[in-house]
């Protein structure tokens, strides 16, 4: 059902308010999750940063704690029962453990403990006195003998360590057991060294990263050490554990409330202009209506009457003026219109009257139509009047023209290669009397070649455009003309080379592209330039489609044209 022209504005505008209003909601919602994808991009991006933060930092005192477990001075410290032996070597223990504080800033403390527990020595860059407890973490840990061991210590006064215990073996056991153990060392770690990396990390806002030790307590966080909550609705969680093994996690929380928070102003302009530009749409439906399209259906209706109302010649109606234009043009075209119809009225009898007369001309001229056979029936007269004469020449051109002429009346459009070759001797001779001997031709047939056949005087036009279109301009002696039959495959292949001379590079490039495109093949056709080239491409284009073809080339003063189609095995003349 069609639509009227109103209604299809309508529709019209109505989907160009939709497509307005959704291509704005896709495009907000599309900036959101844009905006929250480069968020969590940013959350990946910095745990991995902080994981290899804290990585290195761990490994650090990891080597530390290993540097004192091997230590020598460390070894005879710990393994020495004489007291006195034991208090010379406590001063390259001391200054063991000076230069290990000194390359690393992170540890604050160092302990070390007998294979009894014990303390057996402290060293520390500050007051901190709570050996007590540290000996009891040292002790819970003893059973457990992992190397370089991280705990995260909350001491009875509140304050907040990081511990990395490994145990002590002597340098002398081939194999590490607890026979072997001679006692711990423990590394106190300044908790800012290790915090500081969360608490200057991102907008606690937008993303909140967590440091949690293997029971789970906070160690540290970029927004305080309040509870962490999980799965809360709104928030994204990423996780990571550090230092493979022992517990130790990252997380980061991701506010999307947040980010979409960010984006209301943003939301909110983009709808406001959304509102004014529907607004502006229907305004601009609202005047359509009022000024065109409502003036349109009255001019439609007026012109239906037009149709039906043969009293009614004119539009009379009153319109805008944007109608008035083309209502005025319309009352033009209706005026002319009539005069037009008046005047083929009066030709229409004219050439009534005229196709009587052709009709009588017509019948006057069959009447005195020569008869094929009688023209015949004269050459051959001709020539035998030229022998009565002495005249052989004339007989013999009489002769091959009454020839020529019953072969090309013929019935059949298929003859043998063999009969063309005869038709065009004889048309070669015609021609040499013609030319008085200017030019010499020859003519070569592949073994198996006459047997076959082809369209009847389909090469004919080819000689005849070389003779007279290449050598007839030759004005030296020496001019020759070769034609060529082969076979390739299961195609017949003519060739027909003059060497008439060179043709102008313009002139062979418009040839060639008149031959290769058809709508200029069927110009030239129709305009009847080069009868021969273009009826025998047109022949071949609609018999044989793409197997049948014609090319035209030049090269040393030689002109080429060769011809294609499908061969014919038997005799298919009809």
Not at 177 to 190: D, N, P, Y
Not at 455 to 474: F, T
Request: net charge neutral; glycine share 6%.
């Amino acid at each position: 059902m069609r639509l009227s022209f109103k209604k299809s504005i309508v529709l019209i505008i109505l989907a160009a308010i939709l497509i307005q209003v959704g291509s704005q909601f896709i495009y907000i919602r599309k900036i959101a999750e844009n905006s929250a994808q480069r968020l969590l991009a940013y959350t990946n991006t910095t745990v991995k940063q902080i994981e290899n933060n804290l990585d290195s930092a761990f490994k650090s005192i990891a080597y530390t704690t290993t540097y004192f477990s091997i230590n020598s001075a460390v070894q005879r410290f710990l393994t020495e029962e004489e007291q006195l032996e034991k208090y010379k070597l406590l001063t390259f223990v001391n200054d063991t453990c000076q230069a290990a504080m000194a390359m690393n800033s992170q540890i604050q403390t160092a302990l070390l403990f007998d294979k009894e527990g014990n303390c057996e020595f402290s060293y520390s860059s500050s007051e901190m006195k709570f050996h007590e407890e540290l000996q009891k973490v040292e002790r819970e840990c003893y059973r457990e003998a992992v190397n370089n061991r991280f705990i995260f210590y909350q001491g009875e006064d509140g304050r907040e360590i990081l511990l990395c215990i490994t145990p002590i073996y002597s340098n002398k056991a081939a194999i590490f057991t607890e026979s072997q153990r001679i006692g711990t060392v423990m590394l106190v770690i300044r908790p800012d060294s290790i915090m500081k990396v969360l608490e200057e990390t991102g907008n606690a806002q937008e993303v909140e990263f967590y440091l949690l030790d293997p029971e789970g307590s906070i160690m540290a966080a970029n927004s305080g050490k309040e509870a962490l909550e999980r799965d809360l609705p709104g928030y994204t969680y990423l996780e990571r554990e550090i230092w493979g093994g022992q517990g130790f996690r990252i997380v980061g929380k991701i506010n999307n409330h947040q980010v979409v928070r960010e984006y209301d102003l943003f939301r909110s302009q983009m709808l406001l202009s959304c509102a004014v530009m529907v607004g502006m749409l229907l305004l601009i439906g609202w005047l359509f209506n009022h000024t065109i399209a409502h003036p349109i259906d009255r001019l439609i209706g007026e012109v239906a009457e037009l149709g039906t109302n043969r009293r009614k010649k004119q539009i009379t109606g009153k319109y805008h003026f944007q109608l008035t234009p083309l209502v005025d043009k319309m009352n033009e075209m209706l005026k002319n219109n009539a005069q037009m119809s008046r005047r083929i009225f009066d030709t229409q009898k004219r050439l009534y009257e005229a196709e009587l007369l052709k009709n009588k001309s017509e019948i006057y001229a069959l009447r005195s139509q020569i008869n094929p056979h009688f023209l015949y029936n004269t050459l051959q007269c001709m020539g035998g009047i030229a022998l009565m004469n002495e005249q052989p020449v004339v007989a013999e051109m009489a002769s091959n023209m009454a020839e020529i002429f019953r072969y090309s009346i013929k019935e059949g459009d298929k003859v043998t290669v063999a009969e063309e070759k005869d038709f065009l001797k004889k048309y070669l001779d015609i021609c040499d009397v013609r030319f008085n001997g200017r030019f010499r031709w020859e003519m070569e047939m592949e073994e198996g070649v006459e047997d076959l056949c082809i369209d009847k005087m389909i090469l004919q036009p080819l000689v005849e455009n070389a003779v007279y279109h290449g050598l007839e301009k030759r004005t030296q002696p020496g001019g020759m003309l070769w034609i060529k039959g082969k076979r390739e495959g299961k195609s017949l292949v003519f060739s027909i080379v003059d060497n008439g001379g060179q043709l102008n590079p313009e002139r062979l490039a418009r040839l060639q592209e008149t031959l290769e495109n058809r709508e200029l093949l069927e110009q030239e056709r129709r305009a009847r330039k080069r009868i021969g080239l273009v009826n025998i491409q047109s022949r071949l284009k609609l018999m044989y489609a793409g197997e049948g073809g014609l090319t035209m080339e030049e090269s040393a003063g030689n002109v080429t044209v060769t011809v294609r189609f499908p061969a014919k095995e038997t005799d298919t003349r009809q």
